[in-house]
């Protein structure tokens, strides 16, 4: 367990530093450490995925519709030793955190996610920010680590933003 703590020098900024691949954000290809399953105390909870909820999460979403514990579990068979119970129980827990739905489709389930890879680099962004202080503070910390390359896709994407918005 993890803290966001917005005390300046907090340790936990450390131990965020130090967190499992499943709680580091690829968001804009800066690897940032957003948090994990952040305890209430003067921080909001910040929720991410383990290891092997990630793998799952990104083979899900990689598919593009609804796939089969089968699906996920021949295509993980190619790269990792991994059992297909081992498979089933993450899709299934990842369905009880409400991450995946599911159908019945004759014996087995068919799984989709609850929301895009996107949406949920989004809330994880937004959770950041508002567990971690000044938010003002946090988003400028956040730009100044960017590339310009990033840099210039955030430029787009506000640009973007601002268009829709006039447009509508």
Not at 75 to 92: E, K, N, P
Not at 143 to 159: F, G, I, N
């Amino acid at each position: 367990m993890v803290l966001w703590s917005s005390v300046p020098g907090s340790p936990y900024l450390t131990e965020i530093k130090q967190a499992r691949i499943g709680c580091i954000s690829r968001l804009f290809g800066t690897g940032i450490a957003i948090g994990a399953n952040v305890r209430e105390s003067r921080a909001v909870q910040v929720r991410c995925f383990g290891e092997l909820e990630t793998v799952v999460m990104d083979r899900v979403w990689d598919h593009g519709g609804a796939v089969t514990v089968r699906g996920v579990f021949d295509d993980l068979a190619h790269d990792r030793q991994i059992a297909y119970t081992t498979v089933m129980s993450t899709m299934d827990n990842l369905h009880r955190k409400g991450w995946l739905q599911r159908e019945r489709v004759g014996k087995a389930f068919s799984y989709w996610p609850t929301m895009t890879r996107e949406e949920h680099s989004a809330r994880l962004m937004h959770d950041a920010f508002d567990a971690g202080g000044d938010s003002d503070l946090v988003l400028a910390f956040f730009l100044k680590q960017m590339d310009e390359h990033d840099a210039v896709r955030v430029r787009d994407a506000l640009r973007r933003i601002i268009d829709d918005q006039e447009e509508s």
